[in-house]
């Protein structure tokens, strides 16, 4: 089934080679662009329900995912798993919940995201979830770029797809060294 699935992702032209910056500031020489799979909703929900059937419905209250990335994903989760749908989002560069939402005190969240890095916008989201009074439960992510980081989460993580895609900072990055100019692919600016 992985390959099935990353199959979405280079049928759609969504595996990027090349020189680029991604969400954390890091620079990797490969770029899944998940927005290129997702905006074609029978590719979402097979994704999706790729994701729901390792997670228990009954585990859960909710599902909430850090914006841009993962609303799409995160929302076809919930429609999979009929469970409600929260998102949390930056706001002059800090992770918040907004837009009325709120978390009722010991309500089980599901963590969902598009491609997982480093997991920071996974972190400041569960940390905006703690702070609401929920408890983030599992970390679902269509995508694992680095898969030997196993140690990022303090919950447990599941993964439709690993592919391990070496990242560098800008001073290590050889593409740098070589002149090779960097694009931003991502939603939101370097952190």
Do not use: W
């Not at 595996?15 to 905006?39: D, I, P």
């Not at 429609?79 to 409600?84: D, E, S, V, Y």
């Not at 997982?116 to 905006?128: A, D, N, P, Q, W």
């Amino acid at each position: 089934m992985k390959q099935e699935l990353l199959d979405l992702y280079e049928d759609a032209g969504a595996l990027l080679n090349g020189h680029f910056v991604l969400s954390s500031g890091r620079h990797s020489a490969r770029y899944l662009q998940s927005a290129l799979v997702l905006m074609h909703p029978k590719k979402a929900a097979q994704l999706a329900a790729a994701l729901a059937e390792k997670v228990n419905p009954d585990d859960i209250d909710m599902v909430v995912s850090p914006a841009l990335g993962g609303l799409i994903i995160g929302h076809e989760v919930a429609r999979a798993l009929n469970k409600p749908f929260i998102f949390t989002e930056r706001k002059e560069g800090e992770m918040q919940l907004r837009r009325g939402f709120t978390i009722p005190e010991g309500t089980r969240l599901l963590v969902v995201e598009d491609v997982i890095t480093t997991g920071g916008s996974v972190r400041e989201c569960m940390t905006v979830v703690r702070a609401h009074g929920g408890t983030p439960i599992k970390i679902m992510a269509v995508v694992d770029r680095a898969p030997a980081s196993a140690d990022r989460f303090d919950i447990p993580f599941e993964t439709v797809i690993e592919i391990d895609v070496e990242t560098y900072t800008t001073d290590a990055c050889p593409l740098c060294a070589q002149g090779v100019a960097a694009i931003k692919p991502g939603s939101r600016g370097v952190a």
